[in-house]
């Protein structure tokens, strides 16, 4: 009978230390140098979107705004779609980071909300905003429609700032107890949006356009308010809705 003979243990080989921190540092810097080009693009877009007050502009003009190459510019984005989601996501998350600092000190979980009511509604009217707001008025609601999944990632860092406040108001008894936190985030969210952004009147009123303390006041009435319907709307015996 034939002796078996091993075969020899054998060690996976680690690379060098020195060649990890060169591999390492290389990688550090492509990272870094993508996101100045990915930066670039986006201000390039911003800025003509900001002087047409529209979403007419091609790549090319990006591309040589940016003063980068078109095949830089498709090894970023795979189209104007992509650059325009880009700027959209980028939009919301700043929203976010500014509602939560500015929320940050505030223990009253109600008064937190009313801080990012009134800045939600309020973001809509800074300069900044108005050179977005194609963004919003033109390109959301396309999205909306032919992409709601990416509507959703768009909008979750919002979101998330937002449903952390209410269930906080939840859990200290400021909230209707039928309500649930992320549902009421999610409404009072669009709401406040929705308004600034049309500004929520005909257009024979202007003259008295809706304020931000308005918006609070409603959003407070529905989710803070008194229920005495039930969930799902139920009536009175006479016909007429609770109040």
């Known amino acids: 009978m034939a002796q078996k003979t091993e075969l020899p243990v054998t060690m996976p080989k680690e690379e060098p230390a020195w060649k990890q921190r060169a591999v390492e540092r290389s990688t550090r810097a492509a990272k870094l140098r993508a996101e100045q080009r990915v930066v670039q693009f986006l201000d390039a877009a ?7 007050g529209s979403l007419d502009l091609t790549v090319q003009e990006v591309v040589d705004r940016s003063r980068q190459s078109l095949r830089s510019f498709y090894q970023h984005f795979s189209g ?6 880009a700027l959209f996501e980028n939009a919301l998350s700043e929203s976010a980071e500014e509602i939560s600092e500015a929320a940050a000190d505030e223990p009253d979980p109600l008064v937190q909300l009313r ?18 707001r194609p963004l919003f008025t033109d390109f959301a609601p396309q999205l909306l429609i032919s992409h709601p999944a990416e509507v959703k990632v ?29 549902r009421a985030a999610a409404m009072v969210m669009q709401t406040a949006m929705f308004l600034s952004q049309s500004n ?20 407070l009435t529905g989710f803070n308010g008194s229920a005495n319907n039930t969930a ?8 007429s809705a609770t109040s």
């Open 115 to 132: 801080i990012a009511v009134r800045l939600l509604f309020e973001q809509s009217h800074s300069d900044q905003a108005r050179q977005r």
């Open 154 to 182: 768009a909008h979750a860092p919002l979101l998330a700032v937002i449903t952390e406040m209410m269930t906080r108001a939840a859990a200290s008894g400021q909230l209707r107890s039928d309500l649930r936190p992320r």
């Open 46 to 52: 911003q800025a003509i979107i900001a002087e047409k």
């Open 200 to 219: 929520g009147v005909a257009a024979g009123e202007h003259a008295h356009p809706i304020t931000a303390d308005e918006v609070w006041a409603f959003c």
């Open 80 to 85: 104007k779609h992509e650059l325009l989601l």
């Open 232 to 239: 799902n709307g139920s009536a009175t015996s006479n016909g």
